[in-house]
């Protein structure tokens, strides 16, 4: 028997748990060209503003050390043009749409949450709080209390679900992760990048304009795995993993951690057909060792006392 390789998030169905990572994939025309975008659980598009941006001078993206540094600056076309053109792309695909949003004051969260309302093929919206809240100077996602009134704020006007994406530079992401579990988000998402940095030791100037970026790729996999395993331990909402995952093996220890689905990120710029060959080995898995679904092995993981 095939193992059942699909998975429900906040009473939404996904054909199989492999999402693609903001970001790393626009808005799917690229990897559509690749395979058959149907083949995903889900997309989840470059993060949309309400303006399009051009983002940073390069170079924006550098090598790391097993992984990547970017400071892209959330290039994108806006929301106007993702409506027009992006989201009707997406409509003939047989897979699950989540639109990354992000903005510098709390209202453009709303403002974007609002306009994707009427776009049925927005199945969910995952709200990137990466980046500095002007009103508040700092970043939402490392500040329980503007994270809560964020995601209360979105939830008011979108009717489908709402996925808070946490940032892993905090101190404790469990207090993030319950206080977007307070405002009513549907699902959680982690982790964004870490930040880092790398410099030219010929010129002394970092390799990134932006001077600092953000650090992903399998570098940061254990990073990923710990913030999981806690962050499932302190909330009841589904958890979505992200960070370093290139194979099978890598999906089966974000499950056992706690998460119920992934995302897929720079292992795309190295491999596009991953997440093709991902889900082949893990039918295989599943189905050596008798297991009827994934679902099961979510928050399996044995702890030591
Ligand atoms: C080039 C690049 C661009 C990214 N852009 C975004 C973005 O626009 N919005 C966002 O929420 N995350 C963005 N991310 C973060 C990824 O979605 C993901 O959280 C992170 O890279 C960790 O996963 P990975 O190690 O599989 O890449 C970006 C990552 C990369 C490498």
Redesign the pocket.
């Known amino acids: 028997m095939t193992p059942d390789l699909s998975v429900e998030i906040a009473g939404t169905k996904f054909n199989n748990p492999i999402l693609t990572?903001?970001?790393?994939c626009g808005y799917g025309e690229e990897l559509a060209d690749v395979f058959n975008l149907s083949e995903l659980g889900g997309i989840v598009t470059?993060?949309i503003t309400l303006m399009p941006r051009a983002g940073h001078p390069p170079p924006r993206?550098a090598e790391a050390s097993a992984?990547?540094l970017?400071a892209?600056g959330?290039a994108n076309v806006g929301v106007d043009r993702f409506i027009e053109e992006k989201l009707p792309f997406l409509e003939k695909y047989d897979t699950r749409v989540v639109v990354?949003i992000?903005g510098w004051r709390m209202k453009d969260y709303v403002d974007l949450a609002a306009r994707l309302t009427d776009c049925q093929r927005a199945d969910m919206v995952e709200l990137?709080f990466?980046c500095p809240n002007v009103e508040m100077g700092m970043e939402i996602a490392t500040n329980a209390a503007l994270a809560e009134k964020a995601v209360a704020a979105v939830k008011k006007v979108f009717p489908r679900p709402v996925i808070a994406?946490l940032s892993p530079n905090v101190t404790d992401i469990a207090e993030i992760a319950r206080a977007c579990e307070a405002g009513g988000a549907d699902a959680l998402s982690l982790?964004?990048?870490l930040v880092g940095m790398a410099v030219d030791i010929e010129t002394y100037y970092p390799r990134l304009t932006n001077n600092t970026g953000?650090l992903?790729?399998p570098a940061?996999k254990p990073v990923a795995l710990a913030m999981v395993h806690k962050v499932y331990q302190a909330v009841e909402i589904p958890i979505i993993g992200?960070?370093?995952?290139a194979d099978y093996g890598d999906v089966i220890e974000f499950f056992l951690c706690g998460a119920a689905a992934v995302?897929?990120?720079?292992?795309l710029f190295v491999e596009p057909t991953a997440p093709i060959k991902i889900m082949k080995d893990l039918k295989k898995y599943l189905s050596e060792r008798g297991l009827r679904n994934i679902r099961e092995l979510t928050g399996q993981v044995r702890t030591y006392q």
Do not use: E, V
């Open positions: 990572a903001s970001g790393t470059k993060t993206i992984g990547m970017n892209i959330l990354n992000a990137n990466s994406k982790i964004n990048t953000g992903s790729g940061i992200i960070g370093g995952i995302q897929i990120g720079t292992s």
